[in-house]
């Protein structure tokens, strides 16, 4: 069983920027996937920022170029950097990691981490 836990949320104002963490009890560079979603009351959870082992990335067009997702194999977490943050970015934030398993690989859900904008 993996354990993935973020950390980083809060409240701020429109306009600020929030910083999100997420660890895995895995090595973050034996990943398959590294991804942050996010669920807004009586919304469906969708996918806000993705990130490969090859290194590319993907991101929901309603924060391309506010948020950024990296990974830091040095503190073995995976990072998202939101700026410019709105009123409709409050949701829970969820980490997702991708974990080979040799013939099949499986999702690790964290409990999320609310994020709050107030305009």
């Known amino acids: 069983q993996v354990q993935v836990v973020e950390s980083g949320g809060g409240s701020v104002q429109a306009g600020g920027s929030l910083r999100l963490s997420c660890s895995a009890s895995?090595?973050?560079?034996?990943?398959?996937?590294m991804s942050w979603y996010r669920q807004a009351p009586g919304n469906q959870r969708e996918l806000v920022a993705g990130?490969?082992?090859?290194?590319?990335?993907n991101y929901a067009d309603s924060v391309k170029g506010r948020f950024a997702i990296s990974r830091d194999n040095a503190k073995n977490t995976v990072e998202l950097q939101m700026n410019s943050l709105k009123p409709d970015d409050t949701a829970v934030y969820f980490c997702?990691?991708?974990?080979?398993?040799?013939?099949?690989?499986?999702?690790?859900w964290g409990q999320g981490t609310q994020v709050t904008v107030s305009s």
């Open positions: 997702n990691v991708r974990v080979d398993h040799g013939v099949s690989y499986y999702d690790y």
């Open positions: 895995v090595s973050i560079s034996a990943l398959l996937y």
């Open positions: 990130l490969s082992a090859s290194g590319r990335r």
